[in-house]
């Protein structure tokens, strides 16, 4: 453990020493931290590593229970947000707090102490947002603003208040690589011009780009301190997990291509609600042995197009077949009894019922696929439980104790079980969406490497993700999905990074109207 | 120093079953309080409303006849309130089964077989069923809230039942008092265990033993389980949200019409503008005090009779009104919703600067 003094005349705030207990987890164990002016500062942990909790107490909504924080060299309490903010301390969070139905300047109005006449805040929300690179219209309504935009209004709020310090919580987990690119130069501008960042992100590679200096929690503890620049993703990610990660190897990368399994011809829906996302003319054909994935920033009919696949949202015959068989209007569950698996983004409350144990969550989606679990209309508790061993065992998933409801167990561990549960019944097709988000490093390693496993035995997997590096890795071919249009599947080897923004961006909409 | 409450991390399964008893001991409190401030003696009132009622056997009798109706509806409510759909109207279908039960002794007096009682029963639970499917399609089809229509066709039922006893179905001996006549000897339920007990007991327990299983070990249970509480985890599963609100509404519908005809072919052998003393209402409390749980609801529908046979009993006793009875009902399901809190929080003491709020991030 490296724990040289950096403390000097150039320190903003530094934590001596902080404790925050929950019940009888340590959520921060003895941590200190020094953030200096100027200086883009990460901080990386596992989920649970206790990043949030130490954010949280710098900006004032959770008290420590024991150490010190010291700004600009005194000793500061910090009993509320607006204490924070009085300090000169911002946050921009991960999940937008923003009205809809309000537009940008009255949004922004909104949390400020004194927002003053509205036709001044507008006028200094131009200049400052146009003088950061970050240009918002004060007048746009909320609702029609895409997600990198919504994000702007945050930090430009965050802004006004002419902090020493921003804190950001995953701020890219929503943005294209594009977006993402304009919001570093904005924060390099903001450090040359001397406030800090405090940056949490799980994307190593943009950590190591942008950040001066990264704090590594695990466990609520600092377990090290590195400059990101002279390290790689690998390494920083086995500082994190505190051992070296298994990197994903995706075998034969020219795997043996076979019949198609999941075809989707000219795929439409209507949006069902106003914040829904229509389906226009989506096809694409998934065959045996090949993973393909959709990337494409949150919002774009990622939904919308799993809910169709999966039977929750009918739509024509035709235009789902699986294994040939026109589904489109048939239930989830004869899908699933076509060797059909699906693994939905939201653990809780979609892919798994919170308050039910696991055992439970297991007969959830496998009642009707012949495992041997219903007879007569009974459940059979007995075989429930044995499944439950098997695929805990298999897929590493750890919990406090035997078979526990669903909602206590951490989201990787969640994750592990719901694609476990579906893996276990080697299905011939299986979609997942976000089979990753939220979950750390070496669960990850280990899912994305299951996925591959899956295709190369000759089933077909098909994987939604707004994770490139995710993409990347595993998928043979790569389509991008944009405002419900969907571009051509393309061989991964000749995608890059920009042309899959560019597609995010509005190129698969272009590509999908001439199609 | 101040209270709070923290999430626990899954549901105590200790609290799930204390609650009720301490929910039962707030209510004797509170009961106390209410007979101090009246004043009387809170002791001797208690006794009067809680125990006096078990120790002689005609008040006992007279507490198991009360506790059938309630565990029926109760253990129809609980099939409904497990699925996410909020029927508040039992007290309607409990009337409108006891109608359609009735029709046959009543329209057609000389019928009189082995055949009339079953298909009183038979006719008393699809009257019931009938009524309540009226809220659960227009909850499918027009996305109306049941807790209202289901609730506003209570009062429609009741004004039937009304208008049929003062008109079409009035008694012609019956020198013009709104009742209709008298059951026959075969619309009657018989009385079982040496006439202590009426059939519609041991007919109610079996049902809610048969109930307790379904819930608990078919897959029909656990789909009801995982609608209730995740509509779109249950949707994932390949079940239907919309037949499954349809089959609980008929199901609490048709036990709470069996019910009602079983009532009024029991004790009150005809009809009557009042023919319930707000059963489908007191079963709601019975319901959650027994944990949606058909066992539970047992207990639970004993101990909700005692209060009906309590209020009589302090008000003939002590002179105090038998609203009391009301009260306390009120008063038990209150406490119970609060002390269902404890089963997923439990209650901390914290320092005084401790902000609100707080709860572990895992």
Request: aromatic share 8%; proline share 5%.
């Given at each position: 453990?490296?724990?040289?003094?950096?403390?000097?005349?150039?320190?903003?705030?530094?934590?001596?020493?902080?404790?925050?207990?929950?019940?009888?987890?340590?959520?921060?164990?003895?941590?200190?931290?020094?953030?200096?002016?100027?200086?883009?500062?990460?901080?990386?942990?596992?989920?649970?590593?206790?990043?949030?909790?130490?954010?949280?107490?710098?900006?004032?909504?959770?008290?420590?229970?024991?150490?010190?924080?010291?700004?600009?060299?005194?000793?500061?309490?910090?009993?509320?947000?607006?204490?924070?903010?009085?300090?000169?301390?911002?946050?921009?969070?991960?999940?937008?707090?923003?009205?809809?139905?309000?537009?940008?300047?009255?949004?922004?109005?909104?949390?400020?102490?004194?927002?003053?006449?509205?036709?001044?805040?507008?006028?200094?929300?131009?200049?400052?947002?146009?003088?950061?690179?970050?240009?918002?219209?004060?007048?746009?309504?909320?609702?029609?603003?895409?997600?990198?935009?919504?994000?702007?209004?945050?930090?430009?709020?965050?802004?006004?208040?002419?902090?020493?310090?921003?804190?950001?919580?995953?701020?890219?987990?929503?943005?294209?690589?594009?977006?993402?690119?304009?919001?570093?130069?904005?924060?390099?501008?903001?450090?040359?011009?001397?406030?800090?960042?405090?940056?949490i992100s799980h994307r190593l590679e943009e950590v190591k780009r942008i950040c001066h200096h990264a704090t590594i929690l695990r466990h609520g503890k600092v377990v090290s301190e590195c400059n990101p620049a002279k390290e790689t993703p690998a390494t920083l990610a086995s500082m994190m997990v505190g051992a070296d990660v298994a990197s994903v190897s995706a075998g034969a990368r020219t795997p043996q291509i076979g019949e198609t399994r999941l075809a989707l011809s000219n795929l439409t829906a209507r949006a069902a609600t106003p914040f829904a996302t229509a389906l226009n003319g989506i096809s694409l054909d998934l065959r045996a042995g090949e993973v393909v994935s959709i990337a494409g920033v949150a919002g774009n009919g990622q939904g919308e197009l799993?809910?169709?696949?999966?039977?929750?949202?009918?739509?024509?015959?035709?235009?789902?077949?699986?294994?040939?068989?026109?589904?489109?209007?048939?239930?989830?569950?004869?899908?699933?009894?076509?060797?059909?698996?699906?693994?939905?983004?939201?653990?809780?409350?979609?892919?798994?019922?919170?308050?039910?144990?696991?055992?439970?969550?297991?007969?959830?989606?496998?009642?009707?696929?012949?495992?041997?679990?219903?007879?007569?209309?009974?459940?059979?508790?007995?075989?429930?439980?044995?499944?439950?061993?098997?695929?805990?065992?298999?897929?590493?998933?750890?919990?406090?104790?035997?078979?526990?409801?669903?909602?206590?167990?951490?989201?990787?561990?969640?994750?592990?079980?719901?694609?476990?549960?579906?893996?276990?019944?080697?299905?011939?097709?299986?979609?997942?969406?976000?089979?990753?988000?939220?979950?750390?490093?070496?669960?990850?390693?280990?899912?994305?490497?299951?996925?591959?496993?899956?295709?190369?035995?000759?089933?077909?997997?098909?994987?939604?993700?707004?994770?490139?590096?995710?993409?990347?890795?595993?998928?043979?071919?790569?389509?991008?999905?944009?405002?419900?249009?969907?571009?051509?599947?393309?061989?991964?080897?000749?995608?890059?990074?920009?042309?899959?923004?560019?597609?995010?961006?509005?190129?698969?909409?272009?590509?999908?109207?001439?199609? | 120093?101040?209270?709070?409450?923290?999430?626990?991390?899954?549901?105590?399964?200790?609290?799930?079953?204390?609650?009720?008893?301490?929910?039962?001991?707030?209510?004797?409190?509170?009961?106390?309080?209410?007979?101090?401030?009246?004043?009387?003696?809170?002791?001797?009132?208690?006794?009067?409303?809680?125990?006096?009622?078990?120790?002689?056997?005609?008040?006992?009798?007279?507490?198991?006849?009360?506790?059938?109706?309630?565990?029926?509806?109760?253990?129809?409510?609980?099939?409904?309130?497990?699925?996410?759909?909020?029927?508040?109207?039992?007290?309607?279908?409990?009337?409108?089964?006891?109608?359609?039960?009735?029709?046959?002794?009543?329209?057609?007096?000389?019928?009189?077989?082995?055949?009339?009682?079953?298909?009183?029963?038979?006719?008393?639970?699809?009257?019931?069923?009938?009524?309540?499917?009226?809220?659960?399609?227009?909850?499918?089809?027009?996305?109306?809230?049941?807790?209202?229509?289901?609730?506003?066709?209570?009062?429609?039922?009741?004004?039937?039942?009304?208008?049929?006893?003062?008109?079409?179905?009035?008694?012609?001996?019956?020198?013009?008092?709104?009742?209709?006549?008298?059951?026959?000897?075969?619309?009657?339920?018989?009385?079982?265990?040496?006439?202590?007990?009426?059939?519609?007991?041991?007919?109610?327990?079996?049902?809610?033993?048969?109930?307790?299983?379904?819930?608990?070990?078919?897959?029909?249970?656990?789909?009801?389980?995982?609608?209730?509480?995740?509509?779109?985890?249950?949707?994932?599963?390949?079940?239907?949200?919309?037949?499954?609100?349809?089959?609980?509404?008929?199901?609490?519908?048709?036990?709470?019409?069996?019910?009602?005809?079983?009532?009024?072919?029991?004790?009150?052998?005809?009809?009557?503008?009042?023919?319930?003393?707000?059963?489908?209402?007191?079963?709601?409390?019975?319901?959650?005090?027994?944990?949606?749980?058909?066992?539970?609801?047992?207990?639970?529908?004993?101990?909700?009779?005692?209060?009906?046979?309590?209020?009589?009993?302090?008000?003939?006793?002590?002179?105090?009104?038998?609203?009391?009875?009301?009260?306390?009902?009120?008063?038990?399901?209150?406490?119970?919703?609060?002390?269902?809190?404890?089963?997923?929080?439990?209650?901390?003491?914290?320092?005084?600067?401790?902000?609100?709020?707080?709860?572990?991030?895992?």
């Open positions: 453990m490296v724990q040289q003094t950096r403390s000097g005349t150039d320190t903003l705030l530094d934590a001596r020493g902080l404790t925050k207990r929950f019940g009888d987890i340590l959520a921060n164990d003895n941590v200190d931290l020094v953030i200096n002016k100027g200086e883009i500062h990460a901080l990386l942990g596992e989920n649970g590593a206790g990043k949030s909790t130490l954010v949280k107490m710098f900006y004032g909504s959770l008290q420590p229970d024991g150490g010190e924080i010291l700004w600009q060299g005194k000793r500061v309490d910090i009993g509320n947000p607006a204490a924070a903010r009085e300090l000169g301390i911002g946050m921009v969070f991960q999940h937008f707090s923003l009205f809809e139905a309000l537009n940008v300047v009255e949004n922004i109005a909104l949390a400020l102490p004194n927002p003053g006449r509205m036709s001044d805040l507008a006028e200094r929300i131009e200049s400052v947002s146009r003088d950061y690179g970050l240009p918002l219209n004060p007048s746009d309504i909320v609702a029609d603003l895409p997600v990198g935009i919504r994000q702007r209004i945050e930090i430009v709020r965050c802004l006004l208040q002419e902090p020493q310090l921003i804190i950001m919580d995953e701020p890219t987990s929503v943005l294209t690589p594009q977006e993402a690119d304009q919001l570093f130069l904005t924060l390099q501008r903001l450090a040359s011009e001397g406030c800090a960042v405090l940056y799993f809910d169709a696949i999966s039977g929750e949202m009918p739509v024509a015959p035709q235009m789902i077949r699986i294994d040939g068989k026109p589904c489109g209007s048939k239930s989830i569950t004869w899908r699933r009894r076509q060797l059909a698996a699906f693994v939905p983004e939201e653990r809780l409350g979609h892919g798994a019922v919170p308050g039910l144990k696991l055992s439970q969550n297991i007969v959830l989606t496998r009642h009707a696929t012949g495992d041997g679990l219903t007879s007569g209309g009974f459940v059979s508790t007995a075989r429930a439980n044995g499944m439950e061993k098997h695929i805990k065992k298999e897929f590493d998933v750890r919990m406090s104790h035997d078979d526990p409801e669903a909602r206590s167990l951490s989201g990787g561990n969640l994750q592990k079980f719901v694609v476990g549960r579906e893996l276990d019944r080697q299905p011939g097709v299986l979609v997942v969406n976000q089979p990753t988000w939220g979950v750390d490093a070496g669960a990850a390693a280990l899912i994305r490497q299951a996925l591959i496993d899956l295709a190369r035995s000759g089933s077909a997997v098909l994987v939604i993700s707004q994770d490139l590096d995710e993409i990347f890795e595993i998928s043979d071919r790569i389509a991008v999905i944009s405002r419900g249009y969907l571009s051509e599947a393309e061989p991964a080897e000749d995608m890059n990074r920009e042309r899959v923004g560019l597609l995010m961006a509005g190129g698969a909409e272009a590509q999908g109207e001439v199609a | 120093m101040r209270l709070e409450l923290v999430k626990r991390k899954e549901r105590s399964r200790t609290m799930a079953l204390l609650s009720p008893l301490i929910a039962i001991a707030l209510t004797a409190l509170a009961a106390a309080i209410i007979f101090a401030v009246s004043g009387h003696n809170p002791l001797v009132g208690l006794y009067k409303f809680f125990i006096e009622p078990l120790t002689q056997q005609w008040s006992l009798q007279a507490t198991i006849a009360k506790a059938t109706p309630l565990v029926l509806i109760g253990c129809g409510l609980a099939v409904c309130y497990l699925s996410n759909n909020w029927n508040i109207g039992a007290e309607g279908q409990f009337i409108v089964g006891a109608l359609f039960g009735s029709a046959l002794p009543v329209m057609f007096p000389e019928f009189q077989s082995t055949a009339t009682l079953p298909l009183m029963l038979v006719f008393g639970a699809l009257g019931g069923a009938l009524w309540a499917l009226l809220p659960a399609v227009l909850k499918n089809w027009f996305n109306t809230n049941e807790i209202l229509t289901s609730l506003m066709l209570v009062y429609v039922a009741s004004l039937i039942l009304d208008y049929l006893v003062r008109g079409p179905w009035r008694d012609p001996g019956g020198y013009n008092f709104p009742e209709s006549r008298l059951f026959s000897d075969a619309a009657i339920i018989p009385n079982v265990f040496g006439g202590t007990m009426s059939l519609a007991t041991p007919i109610t327990i079996v049902i809610a033993l048969v109930l307790a299983v379904v819930l608990a070990r078919t897959l029909k249970g656990f789909e009801i389980r995982v609608m209730g509480e995740s509509p779109r985890a249950g949707s994932f599963a390949g079940f239907s949200a919309k037949r499954l609100t349809l089959f609980s509404f008929a199901l609490a519908g048709g036990l709470a019409g069996l019910a009602g005809t079983m009532e009024v072919s029991g004790g009150l052998n005809q009809l009557l503008p009042t023919i319930s003393p707000g059963y489908g209402f007191t079963a709601i409390i019975v319901a959650f005090l027994g944990r949606l749980n058909p066992i539970g609801i047992i207990v639970a529908g004993f101990v909700l009779a005692l209060s009906y046979i309590g209020g009589e009993a302090v008000q003939s006793a002590m002179g105090v009104s038998n609203k009391i009875a009301s009260v306390i009902q009120g008063l038990l399901l209150f406490f119970v919703l609060a002390c269902d809190t404890l089963i997923l929080y439990r209650i901390r003491l914290a320092s005084h600067q401790a902000p609100s709020g707080e709860t572990a991030h895992v």
